[in-house]
C-alpha cells in the first residue's frame, strides 16, 4: 500500500498569504495519479487537482499543484477566506490512499 | 448538473447489516466506476470500494473486502453497498463518489454523506 504522509499538521496562516502544502509517497507516484481534495466541516470533499497540475472544474487559478516522484506540493497563492479547509492528497495509481490532512487555519 | 444524492444510513447494533444507496443524474452513469470512501468521527478520508461502470468489476479496501459487497443499478442509476458484520470500527460518514473516468480516477463529485453509528 502506498502510504501518503502530509506536511505540516496544521498551517495557520492569514488572508492574502501563500500557502504551502506537502504531501510525500512511501514509494514513487505517477504525477497522472495524484490529485488534491479540499474539505470544509460538514461538507463533502471537493476535487481541487488531478493529474499532480490540473485545476478541476470551477476552481481558482490561485490553486495550483506541481511535484513528481514521492514530493507533490499544492500551493494557494493569495489566500481567501474560503480557502481556510482542511486538505487532502490522494495517489489513484495503485489502489486509492488518502493522506492524513493538512488543516488551514486563519492566523 | 451531476448529483449523487444517498440514503440509507443510521444507528445499528455491531454484527447487523445496512444497506447504503446513492441516487446519481445529471451524467452518464453507466459509463462511470463509482465509489464509496468514508469519514470516522475527527480523522481522514478512507477509500473503501470501488465499482467498473460494467459493473463486472470490484475492489474493496482491505479492512471491509469480505463484508462489505458494492453494487449498481444502472438502469435505475443507483449506486449501493451493502455492510455486513458491522463493527464499532465502521462508524463513519460515508460517501458516495463518481470516479472521473470510466475506471479509476480521481473522485469528481461526492454525495453528501450519511452517517453509519455501530453501537450497541
Known amino acids: 500500500e502506498i502510504v501518503l504522509t502530509q506536511s505540516p499538521g496544521t498551517l495557520s496562516l492569514s488572508p492574502g498569504e501563500r500557502a504551502t502544502l506537502s504531501c510525500r509517497a512511501s514509494?514513487?507516484?505517477?504525477?497522472?495519479?495524484l490529485a488534491w481534495y479540499q474539505q470544509k466541516p460538514g461538507q463533502a470533499p471537493r476535487l481541487l487537482i488531478y493529474?499532480?497540475?490540473n485545476r478541476a472544474t470551477g476552481i481558482p487559478y490561485r490553486f495550483s499543484g506541481s511535484g513528481s516522484g514521492t514530493d507533490f506540493t499544492l500551493t494557494i497563492s493569495g489566500l481567501e477566506p474560503e480557502d481556510f479547509a482542511v486538505y487532502y492528497c490522494?495517489?489513484?495509481?495503485?489502489?486509492?490512499?488518502f493522506g492524513q490532512g493538512t488543516k488551514l487555519e486563519i492566523k | 448538473q451531476v448529483q449523487l444524492v444517498q440514503s440509507g444510513g443510521g444507528v445499528v447494533q455491531p454484527g447487523r447489516s445496512l444497506r447504503l444507496s446513492c441516487a446519481a443524474s445529471?451524467?452518464?452513469?453507466?459509463?462511470?466506476?463509482m465509489h464509496w470512501a468514508r469519514q470516522a468521527p475527527g480523522k481522514g478520508l478512507e477509500w473503501v470500494a470501488i465499482?467498473?461502470?460494467?459493473?463486472?468489476?470490484?475492489w474493496y479496501a482491505d479492512s471491509v473486502r469480505g463484508r462489505f459487497t458494492i453494487s449498481r443499478d444502472n438502469s435505475k442509476n443507483t449506486l449501493y453497498l451493502q455492510m455486513d458484520s458491522l463493527t464499532t470500527e465502521d462508524t463513519a460518514v460515508y460517501y458516495c463518489?463518481?470516479?472521473?473516468?470510466?475506471?479509476?480516477?480521481?473522485?469528481?463529485?461526492w454525495g453528501q454523506g450519511t452517517l453509519v453509528r455501530v453501537s450497541s
Open positions: 463518489a463518481k470516479s472521473q473516468t470510466e475506471g479509476g480516477g480521481p473522485f469528481d463529485y
Open positions: 445529471g451524467f452518464p452513469f453507466s459509463n462511470y466506476a
Open positions: 465499482i467498473s461502470f460494467e459493473v463486472n468489476n470490484k
Open positions: 514509494q514513487s507516484v505517477s504525477t497522472t495519479y
Open positions: 493529474g499532480t497540475s
Open positions: 490522494q495517489q489513484y495509481g495503485r489502489s486509492f490512499t
